[in-house]
């Protein structure tokens, strides 16, 4: 593709920066399209321009009460939806048609609105594609009915005393056979539903999870369609009750809720009933081995809300990278004489602190784009008649119950440390980090506690390594870990780099992850095995197994998934050779970077017995950063949002960081505490 | 001290963690006097008790405008003044009267209102102990004007585009001989005193640095007393523009504001003229041997805000710990069987991310205590005629300056911790916990980028070990690193630990980290040396030989320091056997969590040559994790605040936290909007 093809994406405005641009050794343009297709920043730009054009997405520097952010958030959710970049019969349009198209133009909403995000994701990834998923066609005409409307629905699983263990949820469906009704309970307040995002203000629908009893036997958690608003009213029907959550630390403009039942009935036809069912007589009837297997089957199929997280924890670390290098590049500090004073980003130790997440913010914005495609493929595949891809769907789901840890650990890191690299100034609201940390935040711990998700990954992990003990090969189609076949000789390896050249290579980093993988899957093996003799219980002997072992092997499981996947992507024919150098350089700087972390399990297992392998990486490191300074602005401006996306006094794309701020500053505060009459009126 | 002494330590209320209090090996309240001895705790109870009965420091769950915050704030301030818990001469008062009173009713003050706590600080330890160490008589009169007043005075050093590299300032005053004035004048917004608490409501005086001009020369950074509003009418004098920073991630209540000066005259004797001064014919006079120097005594003198600091932090870090400690005790997740639920503190996982921050509140407690004290025995002294405690001044603020990066970032990770530990519950603004990572947040760019401040204890460990080199013995005569001199010896020593046994003792600690220290220091000279003759630039050198080095190094050294110190206060004989142990399990699992961090150097530097360090350390970890567990809710009583004063739905002494959830849940919503007509009158 030539310059003029990429006329598409708007240029920069000359200023601040021009400096390190002029440097650069690659085209920022070029970059951008490897980091997305044309098509989709087409379409993002495209949601942008309608956006910034629209009153409910301005930035308004006046206070919103709690009430009015809420009303804020609802009017920025409908005003997208009216847009209509999403189709109205989504329950009845082929998958495939719309789900792709969603994550681009979510995408585009997230950086916009951080709580009409969250509130669609819940709607239409949660709700929705429960229904979806695990429905009839008459659920689907139910649950588009509520789409149409633009009342978002909730999704209730998690209890105010049960998140993770999802098994032990308190809430009750029992059925009635005299009306041919379940009805649904609350037992206590422990069992309430709790943090049900659109459940306090804006549903009529909720996917409910509940304990379902018929004939006075319990079968497991299955999934309800629960009305809960009148439609027509929008007054919730009796029997329920619904409270607000009250102030969060972030969004809160979504109106998460606390949801109990009394006694409350549903037509026996509400049971999505893909996995099971129960007769008008109640009995229970299900194609599946055991009430075990249908719940893991309903849980298996909601990955797609894992794989949303992953992508939003990416961009938000493309936001905060974005800010942080372009302060870096524009503010200057200490000089070698008493005139001169030098850009920050000259000094190495801030280079250190910030590139390896700018490096990061590459490498998992490549990964998530790659990784979701995947997962959606396989979905649409899944739920086609016949299909056969039990495996895959295993492998995807282990892949991103440790992606979604590792990409929000690594972006609420970053963002903290990025905030300390813009110093005081990070600290102002208008900066834009420090609400990111609060927004990015709770994605930490949705979709489950993060260490829990690993744990699903390192038992996967520990299952292909009880296979090859008894000779069974991995079972790998998605081949994240076919190199275990081979651990016998992978086992024995060491180390044989002489210089950073030999350790700033893809083949340096694989060589290394697969040892590593491999060491600490035999010696997490082993930690099980010694716990199991010593407790006699597996529960036991799985927890004290965790710390330094199955835990860390599944980070570095993911760290090498990510890398693979992002290599295989840069080395595709068609990129320009400058680029795929500085995505070389980035590839590597990240590899290293995390590798670092895990330096002492290459002493310990004496892999690195012939180098000096900790001097070598850290060199390594140091190098890497250096070569990236010049390129580090334009790599920014590859990954970063339009201005008004951005929305950051510091990270402008004009640099013009002193302008921007003296506005900031200078603004009448008058407009700070009124909120204007025309949006007033809206809300 | 025997039971009966204990009782005006109130007891906890049975509930939820009775389960775990029966188990202690300890009594807690023994515990708590060893944190403070019982002055100190009955000045603090005796503080939160007239606080507590204060409308101005009740919850409220309403929501106010920016506006209404400053306000608030400003309210907490006067009433807490009111209150008398200090004195009203504080500038003529001896400083050994009411500094160390300070340092415990502000602690006090501190948890209760985080904003109030701040604009006392910047008034009392930045402003006003300004003027009492750099002024004269005339100038304490004046500010002790402010001081009566009750309107906290603000502190003008940071500029829009200068913040830790000082010497830069822009502000300009230059003396005008024909009126005896200085002319302060701002020559562009860059250089705009920024960030300053209680600048853009609430002061009438700012202390502010400007570069001395006088008959046309410049004799660098000097502090001027300068009157900002008339005491009367409250209204900005002319010739000042003053804006507000607008809304901050935290700290809302505080009126950050932007001062520039235009041609804006103050008499030739509000320099504070200490170690310099300027005649009415506008002669420079100093008794300094360079101007460096005037700025340096300056500026050394400013340490108390660093104790601060670290006292703060150590004081969040308590907090944080708190709420996820008795929230791990009453959580219940997962168990061995489908029935049985066991409490997440149970877990080791969650152990091991909980606990190592336990210890190290226990341990920055006790440090920032003695630090503190040590700090301000020193500044009395100092302050006293013919004082020679040079060496003492500078090794405690090179102390200071390491540690307060080493509090404010453990501080920080330890919140998130904590708040990712709490699951969703967390993310609750009423669980205490998202909100004080705001709070904290500032305190790790404030006094000096962190990473800058280490500079100032590498720049003199350095000249330690060049010292050493040329066979002079180390100047430490605060003890802190005299072990240097035997460094030839320490430097050929291995670590010969058998079992966790050997590891966990202070010994291990001792040796482990006297051998790093110096192999560090060993290393970082080296590479100083190394990069100085690449580059022939020493201002290029240091920075090229932080990471990895330098920077680690400080880090280290002030991680021995604390364990110094914390081990010196609990061998000393007045605390009971039980607390002993308890203190020394503490010590050593803050110990070893730290040194874990630094384990590839150990090999790197071959200390490890005989034994399986990595191994012995981690195991010994998690056998201290398992011995803490019986004890970790009686070391959080020991170190919590009151109910009232944590304020936490998750955290309370009860325990019951799933009632105090539904309390927060149930709660009125027209509560949450409506500021109260009694509170709302006196803003």
Redesign the interface.
Known sequence: MNIQDLSFIEDLPSGELDFYRKQATFHWKKLKLVFEDPERIKTKLRVWKALKNDQAFQTY?C?F???QQRRLAALQLSTFRKHKFLPDNIQTAPLEDWLRHFMTVGQALLIVSSDAIVKIVVDLILAQMSVILLGNESHKEFAEAAWKSLKPSAFAL?E??????T??MKTTATYDESTEEFVLNTPN??AAK??LGNLSASCTMAVVFAQLHTKGLCYGLHAFMVPIRDPKTHVPYPGLTI????????LNGVDNG?LMFHNYRIPRSYLLNKYANVTSQGEYLTNMSSPGRVFSSTIGNLSTGRASVIQESSEYLSYAVTIAVRYAAV????????ET?IAIIE???HQ??VFPYLAAAAVLKVFATKITEKYITLLIESTKPNSTLESSKTEIHVVLSAAKPLTTWTC?DAI?QC??AC??H?????SG???L??TN??R???EG???ILLQQTGRWLLKQWNGLKEGVPVDSPLNTCSFLNNHVVILIQKCSAKNIQDVQTYKFLEESYQWLITYLLQESDAKLMEMFEASG?L??AF??S???KT?VLSKVYIEYVVLTVYWLRIQEKNIDENVTRVLKTLGTLYGLWCLEKH??YF??GNFSAQC?L??LI?DAI?DLCKTLKRDAVSVVDALAFPDFVLNSVLGKSDGKV?EH??A????D?AK??EVPEFIKSKL
């Open positions: 520097d206070e009460t709690l009430e998690t105010v005393a049960h998140g993770s263990d098994k032990n307040f422990l709790c943090w409270k607000d959550c009250g102030k969060k630390v972030g606390v503010r200057k500090q200490f000089g070698p004489d008493k004073e000094h190495q130790l250190w602190r609420q903290q905030r300390e110093g005081g990070g600290f102002l609201e208008a980090i420090g609400t940390r609060n935040d709770v930490v711990t949705y506690d993060n260490n219980s529960f036991t927890n004290d965790q710390v330094y835990n330096l002492v002493y310990e000096p900790s001097k850290r140091l002193y701020l003296q900031e500053f200078f603004k505060p700070r505490s």
